[in-house]
Nanobody, 122 residues
Framework: QVQLVESGGGLVQAGGSLRLSCAASGSIKSIVTMGWYRQAPGKQRELVASITSGGSPKYADAVKGRFTISRDNAKNTVYLQMNSLKPEDTAVYYC????????????????WGQGTQVTVSS
């Protein structure tokens, strides 16, 4: 099974930047879509951004123009560059790998990382 390890979270002042990374490990042949979700206290987990293996991104309206998602297929790694951060961006950010195809020919969906905390102070 795939393992997802996130890094790059932390505390930053409003207007600052952070870059999150998520590396997938395992006997992975390809990952169709990788993405970032976030969950603030008392709220449901929500999609922040996702990107297909072909490089097509999708963003939540709340982060368009401020966040950029990218991926390195050779490294099975996805990144989230977060600029102009706002206090409302404060949340635990989770990496997601949808439709992972393994060299064995097996398949898995809906894999999650452990999460990384992002805190934006005003």
């Amino acid at each position: 099974q795939v393992q997802l390890v996130e890094s790059g979270g932390g505390l930053v002042q409003a207007g600052g930047s952070l870059r999150l990374s998520c590396a997938a490990s395992g006997s992975i042949k390809s990952i169709v879509t990788m993405g970032w979700y976030r969950q603030a206290p008392g709220k449901q987990r929500e999609l922040v951004a996702s990107i297909t293996s072909g490089g097509s991104p999708k963003y939540a309206d709340a982060v368009k123009g401020r966040f950029t998602i990218s991926r390195d297929n050779a490294k099975n790694t996805v990144y989230l560059q977060m600029n102009s951060l706002k206090p409302e961006d404060t949340a635990v950010y989770y990496c997601n790998a949808a439709a992972v195809i393994y060299y064995s020919g097996s398949y898995s969906s809906g894999s999650w990382g452990q999460g990384t905390q992002v805190t934006v102070s005003s």
